[in-house]
């Protein structure tokens, strides 16, 4: 691969002037993601309320809390799905206010989903070709004509794509129908798909939803790939704990759209609200 490798140092949580806490090695690096008491309300609900997150350039984050928390609401929050009633959020430094989903992909945040969203019917190589979007550079005319240097950078990015596959160890299917893919096969897929648009920060709603216990370990080895040679932040939703407590660094926790412990692995697990909003409150005896 051609992408210089991170070294892995500096993993120690440490805090910002404001508080929030990022690994060491990021302390002194403009966050990659702030978010700043972010509300949204659909009607007379508030789905999320006073959400404040900040993400270094090279952490893996988790975003846990029980089903209907609002977890995915905050990634459509922070992807412009959905704008927020209240609140802003940057990007390295540059707000996402009045940007569109795509302009904000363009700024450096790309998404999976709960459910796998691929273009089923085309090739394992052409819906990593679709992620590639920010990086051609050709107009209407000239992929109609294949004028102005258009088949060099079809050519061009056929390599980038099979490069990008290759680091998953899929450059073997890259002309199977992404639809006849196993399962475990498309989630990596739709996290190749992600890679192409070179984020900053990489947002993966549930991965290991539906993978067996060998397809969740490849997962979690993946992801610290990820973030050690592309350099960047990965933030996830996840219900699998056992993953969440593994590779994350720091832990937000939602309960009714609602921030209520910020913290380590180790301090999460032990956090009492934390603990009862995911197997409820022990009554008196």
């Known amino acids: 691969m051609s992408h210089k490798e991170y070294v892995k140092e500096g993993s120690r949580m440490v805090p910002y ?21 972010l509300g ?13 997150l900040t993400v270094g350039p090279t952490e893996i ?6 089903n209907g928390a609002g977890k995915t609401t905050v990634f459509n929050l922070l992807t412009n799905v959905y704008h927020p009633t209240r609140g802003n959020i940057m990007l390295n430094g540059y707000t996402t206010a009045g940007k569109t989903t795509a302009q904000v ?25 679709v992620g ?19 088949k060099k950078q079809e050519k061009q990015a056929d390599e980038r794509a099979l490069e990008l596959l290759d680091f998953f160890h899929m450059s073997s299917l890259a002309y199977d129908e992404a639809g006849s893919l196993p399962y475990g096969a498309q989630r990596r897929l739709e996290i190749v798909r992600a890679l192409a648009t070179s ?18 370990f490849e997962l979690m080895e993946n992801i610290r790939r990820i973030r050690d040679t592309f350099g960047i932040a ?9 993953l969440v407590m593994s590779i994350c660094e720091g832990i937000c926790v939602l309960d009714h759209g609602k921030v209520i412990a910020k913290g380590t692995p180790e301090e999460i697990k032990a956090n009492t609200r934390v ?11």
């Not at 690096?29 to 008491?37: I, R, S, Y």
């Not at 984020?199 to 969740?216: Q, R, Y």
């Open 105 to 129: 992909n363009q700024m450096g945040v790309a998404r999976t989903f709960q459910n796998i969203r691929l273009f089923s019917n085309l090739s394992v190589l052409d819906n990593v070709k």
């Open 40 to 52: 949204i309300d659909f009607g007379g609900l508030t789905a999320v309320d006073d959400f404040s």
């Open 234 to 242: 990965v933030m996830l939703i996840e219900h699998d704990m056992k």
């Open 275 to 285: 603990i009862e909003a995911y197997l409820g409150k022990k009554t008196e005896e």
């Open 199 to 216: 984020p900053k920060i990489l947002l993966l709603d549930e991965p290991a939803a539906g993978m067996n216990p060998s397809e969740t």
């Open 17 to 37: 002037p404001s508080g929030a806490i990022v690994p060491e090695r990021d302390l002194n690096k403009t966050p990659v993601l702030e978010a700043m008491h």
């Open 132 to 150: 590639l979007h920010n990086e051609m550079k050709e107009n209407l005319l000239s992929a109609m004509t294949h004028m102005f240097g258009y």
């Open 61 to 66: 984050a988790g975003l846990i809390g029980p």
